[in-house]
Protein backbone atom coordinates (compact mmCIF):
# COMPACT_ATOMS: atom_id res chain seq x y z
CA UNK A 1 0.00 0.00 0.00
CA UNK A 2 2.70 2.27 0.95
CA UNK A 3 3.72 2.29 -2.94
CA UNK A 4 0.48 3.24 -3.97
CA UNK A 5 0.11 6.13 -1.46
CA UNK A 6 3.64 7.93 -2.64
CA UNK A 7 2.27 7.83 -6.34
CA UNK A 8 -1.17 9.53 -5.69
CA UNK A 9 0.47 11.52 -2.55
CA UNK A 10 3.41 12.83 -5.26
CA UNK A 11 0.68 14.08 -7.83
CA UNK A 12 -1.90 15.34 -5.42
CA UNK A 13 0.86 17.77 -3.31
CA UNK A 14 2.41 18.77 -6.94
CA UNK A 15 -0.65 20.02 -7.84
CA UNK A 16 -1.87 21.41 -4.66
CA UNK A 17 1.16 22.68 -2.58
CA UNK A 18 0.00 27.03 -3.39
CA UNK A 19 2.08 29.13 -0.66
CA UNK A 20 2.91 26.01 1.72
CA UNK A 21 4.08 22.51 1.65
CA UNK A 22 2.25 19.63 1.96
CA UNK A 23 3.59 16.09 2.94
CA UNK A 24 4.19 12.62 4.43
CA UNK A 25 5.41 13.11 8.02
CA UNK A 26 8.71 11.94 8.56
CA UNK A 27 10.30 10.07 11.66
CA UNK A 28 12.52 13.76 12.08
CA UNK A 29 9.10 15.47 12.39
CA UNK A 30 7.60 14.17 15.26
CA UNK A 31 8.86 16.06 17.19
CA UNK A 32 7.71 19.00 15.66
CA UNK A 33 4.11 17.38 15.41
CA UNK A 34 3.74 17.56 19.18
CA UNK A 35 5.12 20.64 19.42
CA UNK A 36 2.71 21.93 16.89
CA UNK A 37 -0.45 20.07 19.08
CA UNK A 38 0.64 21.22 22.19
CA UNK A 39 1.06 24.43 21.08
CA UNK A 40 -3.03 24.86 20.09
CA UNK A 41 -5.23 26.16 22.81
CA UNK A 42 -6.88 23.45 24.93
CA UNK A 43 -10.77 23.91 24.05
CA UNK A 44 -9.42 23.55 20.35
CA UNK A 45 -8.40 20.07 21.09
CA UNK A 46 -11.71 19.23 22.57
CA UNK A 47 -13.35 17.11 19.77
CA UNK A 48 -9.80 16.12 18.35
CA UNK A 49 -9.00 12.54 19.90
CA UNK A 50 -7.67 10.26 17.06
CA UNK A 51 -4.97 8.93 19.05
CA UNK A 52 -2.40 10.27 22.14
CA UNK A 53 -0.05 13.10 21.68
CA UNK A 54 2.82 12.03 23.53
CA UNK A 55 6.06 11.04 21.89
CA UNK A 56 5.58 7.51 22.27
CA UNK A 57 1.87 7.56 20.30
CA UNK A 58 3.04 9.53 17.58
CA UNK A 59 5.45 7.28 17.02
CA UNK A 60 3.53 4.20 17.76
CA UNK A 61 0.98 6.04 14.61
CA UNK A 62 3.97 6.56 12.19
CA UNK A 63 4.62 3.02 12.26
CA UNK A 64 1.47 2.05 11.96
CA UNK A 65 1.30 1.16 8.20
CA UNK A 66 -2.53 1.80 8.23
CA UNK A 67 -1.95 5.41 8.97
CA UNK A 68 -0.99 7.91 6.63
CA UNK A 69 0.60 10.96 8.74
CA UNK A 70 0.53 13.95 6.99
CA UNK A 71 1.61 17.79 7.45
CA UNK A 72 1.46 21.04 6.41
CA UNK A 73 4.31 23.44 6.33
CA UNK A 74 5.01 26.74 6.87
CA UNK A 75 9.13 26.72 5.44
CA UNK A 76 10.37 24.27 8.32
CA UNK A 77 7.34 25.50 10.39
CA UNK A 78 5.13 22.51 10.94
CA UNK A 79 1.74 24.55 10.61
CA UNK A 80 -0.93 21.51 10.04
CA UNK A 81 -1.43 17.89 10.87
CA UNK A 82 -4.04 15.68 9.08
CA UNK A 83 -3.82 11.96 8.34
CA UNK A 84 -5.79 8.61 7.16
CA UNK A 85 -6.65 5.72 8.84
CA UNK A 86 -7.53 3.18 6.34
CA UNK A 87 -9.22 -0.03 7.19
CA UNK A 88 -9.70 -3.68 5.46
CA UNK A 89 -13.26 -3.00 4.58
CA UNK A 90 -11.85 -0.35 2.13
CA UNK A 91 -12.72 2.83 4.58
CA UNK A 92 -11.03 5.33 5.87
CA UNK A 93 -11.29 8.01 8.72
CA UNK A 94 -9.91 11.54 8.20
CA UNK A 95 -8.95 14.20 10.09
CA UNK A 96 -7.02 17.61 10.29
CA UNK A 97 -5.34 20.31 12.51
CA UNK A 98 -4.68 23.33 11.52
CA UNK A 99 -2.62 25.80 14.17
CA UNK A 100 -4.58 28.42 15.50
CA UNK A 101 -2.39 31.26 14.17
CA UNK A 102 -2.74 29.83 10.40
CA UNK A 103 -6.50 28.75 10.02
CA UNK A 104 -8.52 30.89 7.49
CA UNK A 105 -5.65 30.89 4.91
CA UNK A 106 -6.98 28.21 3.07
CA UNK A 107 -4.94 25.47 4.32
CA UNK A 108 -7.91 22.98 5.49
CA UNK A 109 -9.25 23.00 1.60
CA UNK A 110 -5.80 21.86 0.61
CA UNK A 111 -5.35 19.49 3.27
CA UNK A 112 -9.40 17.68 2.48
CA UNK A 113 -8.43 17.50 -1.24
CA UNK A 114 -5.36 15.27 -0.19
CA UNK A 115 -7.33 13.15 1.89
CA UNK A 116 -10.18 12.91 -0.19
CA UNK A 117 -8.20 12.23 -3.36
CA UNK A 118 -5.87 9.91 -1.72
CA UNK A 119 -9.04 8.13 -0.70
CA UNK A 120 -10.70 8.01 -3.58
CA UNK A 121 -7.68 6.93 -5.91
CA UNK A 122 -7.34 4.12 -4.09
CA UNK A 123 -10.61 2.85 -3.71
CA UNK A 124 -11.16 3.48 -0.09
CA UNK A 125 -14.56 5.27 1.03
CA UNK A 126 -13.68 8.19 3.21
CA UNK A 127 -14.94 8.84 6.58
CA UNK A 128 -15.22 11.08 9.41
CA UNK A 129 -16.92 11.45 12.50
CA UNK A 130 -17.87 15.39 13.62
CA UNK A 131 -19.10 16.77 16.65
CA UNK A 132 -22.32 18.70 16.45
CA UNK A 133 -20.41 20.64 19.48
CA UNK A 134 -17.78 21.93 18.00
CA UNK A 135 -19.03 24.94 15.70
CA UNK A 136 -15.36 25.63 13.95
CA UNK A 137 -15.96 22.32 12.36
CA UNK A 138 -19.61 22.45 11.99
CA UNK A 139 -19.23 26.01 9.96
CA UNK A 140 -16.19 24.88 8.27
CA UNK A 141 -17.63 22.10 6.57
CA UNK A 142 -21.41 23.35 6.39
CA UNK A 143 -19.47 25.08 2.95
CA UNK A 144 -18.23 21.35 1.78
CA UNK A 145 -20.35 20.17 -1.14
CA UNK A 146 -18.23 16.89 -0.72
CA UNK A 147 -19.86 16.11 2.82
CA UNK A 148 -22.82 13.99 3.30
CA UNK A 149 -24.66 13.06 6.82
CA UNK A 150 -24.72 9.10 6.75
CA UNK A 151 -26.23 9.18 9.96
CA UNK A 152 -26.10 10.81 14.31
CA UNK A 153 -24.48 8.63 16.77
CA UNK A 154 -24.59 9.38 20.31
CA UNK A 155 -23.67 12.22 22.35
CA UNK A 156 -24.46 14.75 19.41
CA UNK A 157 -21.86 13.24 16.72
CA UNK A 158 -22.35 12.66 13.38
CA UNK A 159 -20.71 9.91 10.73
CA UNK A 160 -20.42 11.53 7.44
CA UNK A 161 -19.08 10.25 4.31
CA UNK A 162 -17.30 12.82 1.68
CA UNK A 163 -17.96 11.52 -1.38
CA UNK A 164 -17.45 12.50 -5.31
CA UNK A 165 -19.77 15.28 -6.94
Known sequence: MDYAI???????IQKESGNYN????????????QILINSQVKDDLKFFNPHGFDLKSL???YKNPAFLMMGAFDGDKMIGYFFLR????????????????YRGKGIGQVMNTIMYETAW???FRCLSTISK???MVMKAHARNPYMKILKELDNDYLLVEFVRQ
Do not use: P, W
Not at 22 to 33: F, Q
Open 6 to 12: TGVLHHL
Open 133 to 135: NNE
Open 59 to 61: ERQ
Open 86 to 101: FFINKKCFVGRLIDKD
Open 121 to 123: KMG
Open 22 to 33: YRKIAVSDLNNL
